[in-house]
């Protein structure tokens, strides 16, 4: 049972009532000096009561402010991950063998910056893909295939327009619920010399990577396979690169283990149906069942199953929709997981009449 604390007022009438306890004459109404001190010394009591709440949720680090869990998992030599920039590739247009240089800026309706990080020239085509990157770090930078783009300033013979062909991987810096579960995750499985667990905490600590799935020896013995995921697509090669080399330190990983780092296979999966509507209009119950599949699959994980009911209850839980005939898919998904397949569903095209 947790300890009482008293609010003001009633640490305020406890003070009043053992005055008068202890002098029945006393006069303890609202403009009497006794009020006024009461008064005073209550709103210092209640303040000293919250300061000692305050403590106490410090204590656990699943109750403490972000300063104090950042203490807690210092101790177990834990830090938060810090934020991550965005990056991928940027289509540009314009005339024949015009070049576009590095740090050519380029920026979205609603001013999220990117910048190129290799220069090249305009193809016979009148287009060409450069690698860029997101000015800032955070998941701001991630965005969808096709997003329109800005240039800051045209180079000469370049278009003002461009467009995103795929930027991905900007993460923020760490939460505090995923930073007190990597926690916790570590106070119930400590570290054990290179278990199973141990390679997920490992792969978990570097930024940018937001899951994790370890399959131990799927191609030998002493084979220790990891899959990692990045925020808003497939992790770049060096978010790949910086996970295996994080895990070949030779203060972590068995000097016997073969371990390879790896992107997961996205299995696209598409979905077509009819719905039968109410109080609502096609335009509208399709974005809303868009917003409600993407969170849906933003949560599949490794070789998870796709029910098909499953597709059918999200999709009729959208105010307004009555029920759905799913022609796509027929039946339920079951991505691969095995020698040579390490597939995570994903929402594919869908097509709503």
Not at 165 to 180: Q, R
Not at 200 to 206: D, G, N, R
Not at 314 to 331: K, Y
Request: charged share 20%; hydrophobic share 40%.
């Amino acid at each position: 049972m947790g300890f009482p604390s008293k609010d003001y007022r009633q640490i305020r009438e406890d003070i009043l009532r053992d005055i008068v306890n202890q002098n029945p004459d006393a006069y303890t109404g609202d403009d009497s000096d006794f009020a006024v001190r009461a008064n005073a010394v209550s709103a210092a009591i209640e303040g000293l009561y919250q300061h000692q709440q305050w403590l106490v949720r410090q204590v656990l680090a699943s109750t403490a402010d972000s300063d104090y869990l950042d203490l807690h998992a210092s101790q177990r030599g834990m830090q938060r991950k810090s934020a991550v920039v965005a990056s991928g590739t940027i289509e540009f247009n314009g005339v024949t063998g015009s070049a576009v240089p590095i740090g050519t800026e380029a920026k979205t309706t609603s001013g999220v910056t990117f910048v190129t990080t290799a220069a090249d020239v305009i193809g016979a085509g009148g287009t060409v893909t450069i690698a860029a990157q997101a000015a800032q770090t955070g998941s701001s930078g991630n965005q969808a295939a096709d997003t329109a783009l800005t240039l800051t300033a045209a180079p000469v013979g370049i278009d003002s327009k461009a467009a995103i062909v795929v930027m991905s991987g900007g993460t923020d810096i760490e939460s505090d619920a995923d930073f007190l579960a990597r926690y916790l995750f570590d106070l119930r499985l400590p570290p054990s010399g290179g278990a199973k667990h141990d390679y997920y905490k490992w792969a978990m600590e570097v930024p940018g990577v937001i899951d994790a799935y370890v399959l131990p020896q799927r191609r030998n013995t002493r084979s220790v396979d990891i899959v990692i995921e990045a925020a808003g697509g497939l992790p770049s090669a060096q978010l790949i690169a910086d996970v295996s080399a994080y895990i070949d330190d030779e203060t972590r990983r068995p000097p016997c283990s073969d371990v390879l780092v790896m992107a997961p296979q996205f299995m696209p999966i598409d979905i077509t149906g009819v719905l039968t509507l109410s109080d609502t209009t096609l335009v509208d119950a399709t974005s809303a069942i868009n917003t409600a599949l993407e969170t849906f699959f933003a949560g599949i994980h490794l070789g998870e199953v796709v029910r098909k009911t499953k597709l059918e209850s999200i999709i009729t839980s959208v105010s307004g929709v009555l029920d759905v005939a799913l022609m796509e898919p027929t039946a339920n998904i079951q991505p691969l997981v095995d020698a040579t397949h390490s597939e995570i569903a994903v929402l594919g095209v869908v097509t709503l009449t």
